[in-house]
Protein backbone atom coordinates (compact mmCIF):
# COMPACT_ATOMS: atom_id res chain seq x y z
CA UNK A 1 0.00 0.00 0.00
CA UNK A 2 1.53 3.12 -1.04
CA UNK A 3 1.78 5.96 1.73
CA UNK A 4 1.92 9.92 1.46
CA UNK A 5 2.72 11.92 4.17
CA UNK A 6 2.35 15.61 4.15
CA UNK A 7 3.88 17.93 6.88
CA UNK A 8 4.89 22.04 6.80
CA UNK A 9 1.52 23.30 6.83
CA UNK A 10 0.23 26.15 9.46
CA UNK A 11 -0.18 29.78 10.16
CA UNK A 12 1.53 32.59 8.22
CA UNK A 13 0.97 36.32 7.52
CA UNK A 14 0.33 37.38 4.21
CA UNK A 15 3.48 37.89 1.89
CA UNK A 16 4.67 35.00 4.26
CA UNK A 17 6.63 31.90 3.37
CA UNK A 18 6.47 27.63 3.88
CA UNK A 19 7.59 24.69 2.78
CA UNK A 20 5.16 21.15 2.42
CA UNK A 21 6.87 18.02 2.80
CA UNK A 22 5.81 14.67 1.14
CA UNK A 23 6.84 11.46 2.42
CA UNK A 24 6.22 8.64 -0.17
CA UNK A 25 6.42 4.95 0.88
CA UNK A 26 7.77 3.94 -2.15
CA UNK A 27 10.63 5.21 -5.02
CA UNK A 28 9.30 8.63 -6.05
CA UNK A 29 10.22 7.56 -9.87
CA UNK A 30 8.13 5.07 -9.80
CA UNK A 31 4.90 7.16 -10.30
CA UNK A 32 4.73 8.98 -13.60
CA UNK A 33 3.79 12.12 -11.99
CA UNK A 34 3.67 13.95 -8.46
CA UNK A 35 1.88 17.01 -7.50
CA UNK A 36 0.39 19.08 -4.71
CA UNK A 37 -3.58 19.50 -4.87
CA UNK A 38 -5.80 21.72 -2.47
CA UNK A 39 -9.18 22.19 -1.38
CA UNK A 40 -10.29 25.70 0.27
CA UNK A 41 -13.35 25.80 2.43
CA UNK A 42 -16.73 25.34 0.66
CA UNK A 43 -14.75 24.52 -2.43
CA UNK A 44 -13.68 21.69 -4.87
CA UNK A 45 -10.29 20.37 -4.74
CA UNK A 46 -8.21 22.03 -7.41
CA UNK A 47 -4.12 21.58 -8.87
CA UNK A 48 -1.70 23.56 -7.67
CA UNK A 49 1.14 21.92 -9.46
CA UNK A 50 2.33 18.65 -10.94
CA UNK A 51 5.94 17.19 -11.80
CA UNK A 52 6.39 14.33 -13.97
CA UNK A 53 9.17 11.57 -13.89
CA UNK A 54 11.08 13.18 -16.50
CA UNK A 55 11.00 16.67 -15.31
CA UNK A 56 8.44 18.29 -16.83
CA UNK A 57 6.63 20.87 -14.16
CA UNK A 58 3.19 22.50 -14.41
CA UNK A 59 2.04 25.28 -11.78
CA UNK A 60 -1.40 26.28 -12.00
CA UNK A 61 -1.60 30.29 -13.28
CA UNK A 62 -3.01 31.47 -9.47
CA UNK A 63 0.37 30.09 -7.98
CA UNK A 64 3.19 30.56 -11.22
CA UNK A 65 6.14 32.47 -9.65
CA UNK A 66 5.44 32.25 -6.06
CA UNK A 67 5.13 28.00 -5.32
CA UNK A 68 8.42 26.07 -6.31
CA UNK A 69 8.02 22.40 -6.33
CA UNK A 70 11.01 19.92 -5.88
CA UNK A 71 12.03 16.35 -5.28
CA UNK A 72 14.64 14.58 -3.48
CA UNK A 73 14.80 10.77 -4.41
CA UNK A 74 17.04 9.65 -1.75
CA UNK A 75 14.62 10.59 0.49
CA UNK A 76 11.55 9.57 -1.64
CA UNK A 77 10.27 12.87 -0.41
CA UNK A 78 8.43 15.79 -2.88
CA UNK A 79 8.80 19.47 -1.17
CA UNK A 80 6.03 22.38 -2.29
CA UNK A 81 7.77 26.06 -1.40
CA UNK A 82 5.23 28.95 -0.81
CA UNK A 83 6.61 32.41 -0.91
CA UNK A 84 4.51 35.59 -0.87
CA UNK A 85 1.21 33.53 0.54
CA UNK A 86 -2.22 35.46 -0.12
CA UNK A 87 -5.50 34.42 1.97
CA UNK A 88 -6.67 32.82 -0.91
CA UNK A 89 -4.16 30.11 -0.92
CA UNK A 90 -5.78 29.34 2.72
CA UNK A 91 -6.66 25.46 1.82
CA UNK A 92 -5.77 21.84 3.04
CA UNK A 93 -3.14 20.96 0.93
CA UNK A 94 -2.91 17.25 -0.38
CA UNK A 95 0.32 14.89 -1.74
CA UNK A 96 -1.04 13.25 -4.82
CA UNK A 97 0.90 10.40 -6.79
CA UNK A 98 -0.04 8.61 -10.13
CA UNK A 99 1.06 5.63 -11.93
CA UNK A 100 -0.94 3.07 -13.73
CA UNK A 101 -2.63 1.82 -11.17
CA UNK A 102 -4.40 4.67 -10.18
CA UNK A 103 -3.89 8.06 -7.86
CA UNK A 104 -2.55 7.79 -4.13
CA UNK A 105 -3.30 10.90 -1.60
CA UNK A 106 -1.67 11.49 1.52
CA UNK A 107 -3.52 12.92 4.56
CA UNK A 108 -3.24 16.70 4.11
CA UNK A 109 -1.95 19.53 6.11
CA UNK A 110 -3.66 22.89 6.79
CA UNK A 111 -2.04 25.82 5.26
CA UNK A 112 -3.52 28.84 6.83
CA UNK A 113 -2.73 32.53 5.62
CA UNK A 114 -4.31 35.08 7.68
CA UNK A 115 -3.02 38.18 9.47
Known amino acids: QVQLVESGGGLVQPGGFLKLACVVS????????MGWYRQAPGKLREFVVTISSAGQIDYANSVKGRFIISRDSARNTVYLQMMNLKPDDTAIYSC?????????WGQGTQVTVSS
Open 96 to 104: NARNLAGDY
Open 26 to 33: EDIFSFSH
